[in-house]
């Protein structure tokens, strides 16, 4: 129990870390340590699955509630990006709103990367419907995809505009 909440501390404490400098536009964003603590339970879990299911490792119930954290995680992680974007909308320039990671996000990490893995995994784990097969396989997968592409907006494109006090 113990390592758990250490692992839950230490997931967010790189949001905490980046939303307290002052040059990137992420260091007015609230949502931040919430994004990289949801991101983090959900990749981990994803992974977790992925190995266990690609290993024969465990049991299917198991496997399945495992996937179910990450599943629930994720929901928290894409409620807390669009509280981001909406934070951002009167803020100037913003990742999401200026340039090519703006692109990359409405284009790819949000559809592709949050809310297909959402969907797909919602519906696989708590509706018992696979929309695609082997979906909860592809679900993780594009979980962990999502999440990366969306860490890599975060610090990346947090670094490339400047919001002055």
Do not use: K
Request: with cysteine; hydrophobic share 60%.
């Amino acid at each position: 129990m113990l390592a758990c909440a250490w692992g839950l501390l230490l997931g967010s404490y790189t949001g905490v870390l980046l939303n307290v400098t002052n040059a990137p536009s992420w260091s007015h964003d609230p949502f931040l340590p919430v994004m990289f603590l949801a991101g983090s339970v959900a990749t981990g879990a994803a992974a977790v699955f992925l190995i266990a299911q690609l290993a024969g490792r465990g049991d299917a119930p198991g496997r399945a509630r495992v996937l179910a954290t990450g599943t629930l995680a994720l929901g928290i992680e894409v409620l807390a990006v669009a509280g981001a974007v909406l934070a951002g909308i009167g803020s100037g320039a913003s990742p999401f709103f200026t340039g090519w990671w703006a692109a990359l996000f409405w284009l790819l990490v949000l559809p592709v990367g949050l809310l297909a893995p959402l969907w797909v995994l919602w519906m696989a784990q708590f509706r018992g419907r696979h929309v695609i097969r082997n979906a909860p396989v592809v679900g993780a997968g594009l979980l962990l995809l999502g999440v990366l592409l969306l860490r890599m907006i975060e610090v990346f494109g947090g670094q490339a505009y400047f919001r002055p006090y």
